[in-house]
């Protein structure tokens, strides 16, 4: 099963790859996708499920079926949007169908470079909201049985086990620090800048990376301050304290974020703000908010800080 799924990765790729040549960005969905990011790539994998800009199953449809015609598939079932290659099943829908099901913005997902082909993936959290709302549809769950069920069992298990290190700056300039301004699916809010830590990399050298790829700025990571761990998510969160040196704050060139600007539904920009204006700030984490807050008093003298939490009981209001 292992070697027919790595065959469907594949195929997935040639399609992306020719996608690709029209400007055209798929997400790769469905069981495939999913196995694909929790490393489950043994399991049975019926057809090859891929989302696509609506118009191009629309008004760009003509195109589509002339793409995946010069790939040797076939129309199987139009209204599913299907086509078959040597039993090979490939199935289009939908990129709005994310924000329908689950509130997922298609603009917020991961692209990835692979095989010289271009595309999107979901991460497993996301993979695991989808499954969720999928439970709460009746006629679909009378279809599929316990289906949806024990894929969500499969996300749990898999981020129960996965360990994630995120590593954060807290950048200070005199009476100002650095933060991210979000404004995502029509909620307003704060971070610190911030991402995962990569395989090779230290903290240290991760909170470097993601500064200047969010931020453009020039900083010396000076100390930790805060050390977050979230039994229920497996997450681990490092704060580090930084002296800003040089650099206007802008969004890196490289940054895929820089597409979110200017999205209806998404706004992400880094910007100044005056130390004394935080406790109005709806600035997540809002405990390290008060930490920082509490610390900036003593000139950040403490000793690091660490606390044990559930991600579902961190505050969400001010």
Known sequence: MLHANTEKVKIFFEVARALNRYRVIPILFGSLGLYRVIEKLERRVNDIDILIPDEVLGEKWTQLLKIVNELGFVLKD??????????????????????????IDFKELKTTDEDGAKFKELSPEQYLHCYRC?????????????????????????????????????IVNNDKVLLMHRIKNGKEYYVFPGGGVEDGETVEQAVLREVQEETSLEVKVK??????????IKDE?????????????????????????????????PLWFEIKDLPQL?????????????DMKTNFKNAP?????????????L
């Open 134 to 170: 999928m439970l709460r549809d009746r006629y679909r769950q009378e279809k599929r049985g316990s289906a949806d069920k024990e894929k969500g069992a499969l996300i749990e298990k898999y981020l129960h086990n996965t360990k994630r290190v995120r590593a954060v700056a807290v």
């Open 78 to 103: 139009e209204r599913e949007h299907e086509f078959v290659r040597n039993g090979e099943i490939i199935a289009f829908g939908k990129a709005s169908d994310l924000v329908r099901l689950a509130g």
């Open 223 to 232: 100390k930790l301050l805060y050390h977050h761990m979230y039994a229920d």
């Open 282 to 294: 709806l600035l997540y984490p809002l405990e390290i908010r008060d930490w920082f807050i509490e």
């Open 305 to 317: 800080r660490t606390a044990a939490l559930n991600s579902s009981s961190l505050r969400q209001t």
């Open 237 to 269: 969160h490092f704060f580090y304290l930084c002296r800003y040196i040089s650099g206007e704050p802008k969004l890196g060139n490289a940054n895929e974020s820089q597409e979110m600007v200017m999205s209806d539904t998404n706004f992400y920009r």
